[in-house]
Structures are given as C-alpha cells and as structure tokens.
C-alpha cells in the first residue's frame, strides 16, 4: 500500500489555491486560408500550411545526434529512414520497398527504391546507409545514440574504439539498391529500430561541412518536406520535397513551426488562429487550463495516454546523491498523486517504476505483466533513510542543491511543486533553476548537475528501449549508475530470442534499477493537445510522437 501523509494533502490543497488561470492576450487573427498560406479562400479543400509550435530551438537536425522530440518532430518531415510507422504503429517500408530476413534471423538484406532521391536531386543508395550508419558508429561523431547500432555485428566494438576497422561492421552496401546488415543475436524489433531517427542518412556532402545541420541552405534531406527557412530561436518552414518518391501523397502547401516557450502564448496563438495545433508532444497547453478546454472545445480537445516516462535524474557521482539511501528518502517523499491531480491535470498516472504503459511485454502490456510496486511513498520512512545516508556520509546536514528543468511553464510547476513537498516533508532546500532545453542537455551529458528533470520516449515498442539506457558508460546514461549485475541482465535480454526470458531478464533489471534510484520516477505521460477543425490525418503515435508528413484539410 502506497502511504501518503497528512503533509502531502496539505500541500496538494495549497497547489490547488495557487493555481491561477491564465487568460489569453487577444492577437490580430490571422487567417490560413488565404493565397499567402497555400490555399486559396473559399475553396472546400485547400493545400493548407500545417502550423505548430516547437517549445525551443531544436538542439540539432544531425540525425546521428538527435537526442530529443523537437528534432525527431523536424526529422519527421525532412528525413526518412528504410521504413516508417503507419498510423497503427505498424512498420511498413520507406526508402526500402523490401527485405528479406534470413532464416536463423541474423541477416536482412533491404532493397532501396530506385526512385528515392534526395532533396537536390541526387538518388538515395544503399551506401548513404552504409556511410550514415557508420558516421553515427565513429566515436568521433560523438553520438548518444550509437548504441543503437550494438545489435549489428561489430558495431559496438567500433564505437567503443575497440576496433579502427569500419568493414569490420555488419553493414555493407552490396550495390547501390541492396543494404545487407547482420546481427549479433535475433532481434524482433530490428524492422522497428530502421524507423527511429538515428539510422535515418544524410546525405555524403556532410563530409565537407561540420556546419551542415544548422542551416537551411545546407540541410540535403530524402524525407517528404525539406527546409525552405530558419529562423533560429524564432521559427522554421519546411515546403514539400518535390523530389521524394511518394509525393503525390503529400497534401500540406508547407508546415510551419514557430518557438514559443510560454505556454499561454501557445494558447493564445492557438486560440487567435495562427496555430492549427497545440500541445504535445512539442508544445504545451497551460495544465490550468486544461479542465476548461475539455469542455469549451470538446471537438477539438484530445488526452491520449502514451509509452513515456517522466522523471529525476540524480547525479550520483555527486554528494549527496552518491548515497543511495539519500536518493531513496527525495523518491519517497513526494505525492505524485497531488503533482498528477493539481499541477499537471491531464491524466497522467503516477510512476513507481521506470517502464511506462504501452510497451509489449510476453504476451501483453509489460506493465500489466511487471507491477511498478518497487517502492512506496512514505515521508517517515524517508526521514529516516535520509538521516541514516546523511550520517554514513558524515553530514551534520543536508547541502543546499540545486534542481534543473528546461525551459517551461509545466517543468516549472512541477519542480516548484517538489521543491515546497521535500521543504515540508523532508526539511531540506532545494534550489530549482531553469535552462534552455539545449543547455540542459549538455550539462546532462557533462554529469554537470545534481537533479536534473528527464523524460523519455519509447525509441520502438519493446521494454528495451528504457531498460539498456543505464548500462555502465552507456550513452543515455548521464547518472553515473553503475552496476555489473545490471548490465549482465540486459546483455542476458539482448542475446535471448526468448521473449519470456528477455522479459524475465529486464524485469530483474528494472528492479534493480529502482533499488538503487539513480532516477526518481514521478508520472507516466499522456499526451494532451488539441487541433484544428478540417486536419486530417494528423497521426499521434503510441509513444507520442507526431506524424504528420500524410496530413490534409478537408473542408468540414
């Protein structure tokens, strides 16, 4: 049983007084159906301009670099990898019209469409995968994705310096149309990783420009939109490809993406038509709105539960996170049940555990196979644990710290939320301070921080996309949690083509992972948007990310 004290019901009820609505600044309306946005006025169907916000700069559009949902939204629409996700979340081709698995499921071998082109003309092969695949490998690169690749023969040892030999690598290009990759082991979703961001290409002329992926002019992509402008910090435009082999299919006049961090602004903009869209997965709808909203725009409003996580990370390289009894007393200390009902509002579910809904486990959901029962919420228990970790690491006291969020009306709330839980129930200050959401990553990645705000997003629909993020060096792996008998475990999943015994194997890890609390789970994610009478096709997938490169407007 979850224990919640009478600490937590007092700060619950004073969020929920401190809320206050924000209302929206009227704006001169703009319209998106005149000649200027694609369409022309009256029309019943137009080619409109798609428009959404993106909450920040995106931190890179290098797929081997991206490591965050404003990119991969962007990465959507100007790259396209061997295959893509339908609206059911199925994989079906892309750039490879085909492949073949060999039977012992170590080889599959792609067929790269001869009308794939980039977006300045020249033909997509099967050596811009091979050379893309391989730039990501290259330790030089510097990819925190690189790991991804640890399925294919001979690709982790590249990385990891272990071998200069690229050929080395199971990835060959056996001509311009046929891809051949071999693996290590049998992987299931194999097909599902050749969809995700990182194994899109790029194009062979990145080779003579560092700088290739900060300007428009410079962005060659092979996807259904490219890059016609870039504003940075401010917006970005992108115009069909009229070079991508399934063009025809491709209905929007343009998709435009502008950079507001503030969420009421978003609304606003939203509310005065110069959106079409709002929300997540890479904006925000102000959570004190969202009880308004449900019932003002009911045909517009949308909550849909999704495989993301949202979390604390600790850096336990640093006193006093290197104790993990003072860990385990900040994770038991707070009311997630308040932060989901008073802060957020918009049907998140409370976290014990790190692998969220929606993800396939043996034969069903993995969270309704594995409870996320790891540990409770208990503020005497905490105080406890706390003054014994203290005490084994000599500290008459607990040091002031500091906890960073990037930039966002919600991250903030939350943090402020927690900030005031640990005050009360725990005695302790802690510091948050916001920064911009690129900042925050490098400083992340530096093991520059204490507590950091996290999230994560399924990668593809199997518990291993959380579950190897905190192998000991691993690339996502900016805790400094270290643990033999862990990685020992995921090795054990990689390697077994059992499903029962790979889910066997991750469960024992995730509990591990939460006896030691490197992360401090707080809630699953749903997403909560809303979008524009007349858009369809406008997908959101399981793990909530956008879709919206086969969208259209349709007159209602």
């Known amino acids: 049983m979850r224990t919640r004290k009478s600490a937590f019901s007092f700060i619950a009820a004073l969020l929920i007084l401190a809320m206050i609505a924000v209302g929206c600044t009227p704006k001169e309306e703009t319209s998106n159906n005149g000649a200027a946005n694609g369409g022309t006025t009256g029309e019943t169907t137009e080619a409109k301009v798609f428009r959404l916000n993106i909450h920040s700069e995106p931190s ?38 085909k492949w073949e698995m060999s039977e ?15 977006s300045n003309g020249d033909p997509v092969t099967a050596n811009d995968y091979e050379y893309s695949w391989k730039r990501a490998l290259d330790p030089a690169t510097g990819s925190t994705y690189a790991y991804q690749f640890y399925y294919i023969v001979g690709a982790q040892d590249y990385n990891e310096g272990k071998t200069t030999n690229a050929d080395a690598v199971g990835i060959k290009a056996l001509d311009a149309q046929t891809l051949e990759v071999k693996l290590n082991s049998p992987t299931p979703y194999f097909l599902s990783l050749t969809s995700f961001y990182v194994y899109n290409p790029v194009h062979p002329s990145v080779k003579d420009n560092e700088a290739w992926a900060a300007d428009a002019a410079t962005i060659i992509g092979n996807g259904p939109f490219k890059m016609s402008e870039w504003q940075h910090n401010t917006s970005i435009k992108l115009v069909p490809n009229e070079n991508y082999y399934d063009k025809d299919q491709v209905k929007f006049a343009g998709v435009n993406f502008t950079m507001l961090a503030d969420s009421a602004t978003e609304l606003a903009n939203y509310e005065t038509g110069e959106l079409d869209y709002t929300g997540k997965p890479t904006g925000e709808i102000p959570a004190e709105q969202i009880p308004v909203l449900k019932e003002s725009k009911k045909d517009e409003f949308v909550t849909k539960g999704i495989a993301s996580s949202y979390y604390y990370m600790f850096n336990t390289e640093e006193v006093p996170f290197n104790n993990v009894k003072v860990r385990k007393a900040l994770a038991m200390a707070i009311d997630r049940q308040a932060i989901v009902e008073s ?7 409370p976290s014990f555990g790190f692998v969220p809904p929606g993800i396939i486990g043996e034969k069903e959901d993995y969270r309704a196979e594995v409870k996320d029962d790891y540990f409770t919420e208990n503020v005497e228990e905490a105080k406890k644990l706390l003054a ?4 084994e690491l000599k500290l008459s006291k607990f040091p002031e710290v500091t906890l960073t969020f990037n930039t966002s009306d919600g991250h903030k709330k939350i943090a402020e939320a927690i900030v005031e839980m640990w005050r009360q129930n725990l005695g302790i200050v802690v510091v948050a301070k916001n920064e911009e959401f690129s900042v925050l990553l490098k400083n992340r990645t530096a093991m520059n921080y204490q507590i950091s705000r996290a999230g994560w997003g399924a990668d593809y629909n199997d518990p291993m996309t959380y579950m190897d993020m905190f192998v000991t060096g691993g690339g996502q792996n900016n805790t400094g949690f270290a643990s033999p008998e862990y990685d020992a475990l995921i090795k054990k999943a990689y390697a077994s083509g059992d499903q029962k015994e790979r889910i066997a194997a991750m469960a024992e890890a995730e509990k591990i992972l939460m006896d030691q609390m490197p992360i401090m789970p707080i809630y699953y994610y749903s997403n909560v948007y809303m979008l524009k009478p007349g858009f369809k096709n406008i997908i959101t997938d399981y793990k909530g990310d956008i879709d919206y490169t086969r969208g259209y407007y349709e007159a209602e």
Do not use: C, H, Q
Not at 68 to 79: E, F, M, P, R
Not at 85 to 94: C, R, S, V, Y
Not at 104 to 118: E, M, N, Q, V
Not at 388 to 391: F, K, Q, S
């Open 343 to 349: 802060v957020t509002m918009a049907g998140e579910v």
């Open 388 to 391: 014994e970790g203290l005490a």
């Open 104 to 118: 012992d499921g170590l080889t599959y071998t792609f067929t790269i469409r001869k009308d794939a082109k980039w």
């Open 60 to 97: 890179t559009l290098d797929p081997a670099l991206m490591e965050d949902n404003v990119s991969g939204t962007l990465a959507t629409g100007i790259y396209e990898g061997l295959t893509r996700k339908d609206e059911n979340g199925e994989t079906i081709p892309a750039t490879a019209e």
